[in-house]
C-alpha cells in the first residue's frame, strides 16, 4: 500500500496545479474560477498588482494568470507591464500567461520581452486558454525540475572536491612523514613518533581512483600513524 501511494504522488497528473488569477473585475475571475475548477486546477484570486506580489511571499504556485490592466478606463497596459518587470526580477516566479481586453501586436511583444510565456485575448476561448495553461504548467515544473538537479550537482561536485582536497593532503602528510617531502602548504604537522622505525614493514597501499602521478596507489597516513601506535 505504501508502494502504491508513493506512486499516485509521484504522478505528474496527481500533484495539483495550483493557478494565480489576478484581475480586477469580479466576474472575470469568478468565470475563471469555475473554468478552472472544472478542469481540476486549484486558483487563488486578487485584484491588484501588489496583491499578486504578496501571494507569491505566502505560496508557491504553477501558473500566474493575469490581467494587463486594473485601472478603470486603462487601456495601456502599464501597470501589467510593470507588474512583470517586477517578477522577472524574482527567480522561483512562476510561468505567467498575460490577458487584456485591448490587446495589440506591440503590447503583447512588449510583454513577451518581460518573460511572459503566453498571451491570450479577452474574451478568452476556453479550450485555447486551458490548453495554454496545460503547456505552460508543464514547462515550468520542467525547469524547476532543471533547476533543483543542477543544485544537487552542485552540491555533489563541492563534496567531491572537498573529498579529493582532503586525499591529497593526506598523502602529502604521509610523504612528508615517511620520505621527508616537503609539504605544500606551510602549515607543520606533528609525524608519528618511530615512524621510520617501522619502515622496514611494508606499508599498507590502498587504491585510489586519482593517482597522484603515475602511481597506482596512494600511500594512508593512518595506516601509517597505526603502524608506528602497534610498533611503541
Known sequence: MATMALEITNDPEAIPRRVLIADDQPDVLEALRLLLKGHGYTTEAVASPAAVLEALRQ???????????YA??????????????????????????????????????????????????????????????????????????ARRQAIVESKAQTEIAHQLHQ????????????????????????????????????????????????RDFRLSLSAVRRNAQLSS
Open 59 to 69: 505560496r508557491e504556485f504553477d501558473l500566474i494568470l493575469m490581467d494587463l490592466n
Open 72 to 145: 478603470r478606463d486603462t487601456t495601456s497596459g502599464r501597470e501589467g507591464l510593470d507588474l512583470l518587470a517586477q517578477l522577472n526580477g524574482i527567480e522561483s516566479a512562476p510561468p505567467i500567461v498575460v490577458m487584456t481586453g485591448w490587446a495589440s501586436v506591440g503590447l503583447a511583444v512588449e510583454a513577451m520581452q518581460h518573460g511572459v510565456g503566453d498571451f491570450i485575448e479577452k474574451p478568452w476561448a476556453n479550450t485555447r486558454l486551458l490548453e495554454i495553461l496545460q503547456k505552460q504548467i508543464e514547462m515550468g515544473r520542467q525547469r524547476r525540475e
Open 167 to 214: 586525499q591529497e593532503r593526506e598523502i602529502g602528510e604521509a610523504r612528508h612523514c615517511v620520505f621527508g617531502e616537503p609539504l605544500r602548504d606551510s602549515v607543520q604537522i606533528g609525524c608519528p613518533e618511530r615512524v621510520l622505525d617501522v619502515l622496514h614493514e611494508p606499508p599498507r597501499l590502498i587504491p585510489t581512483q586519482h593517482p597522484i602521478g603515475s
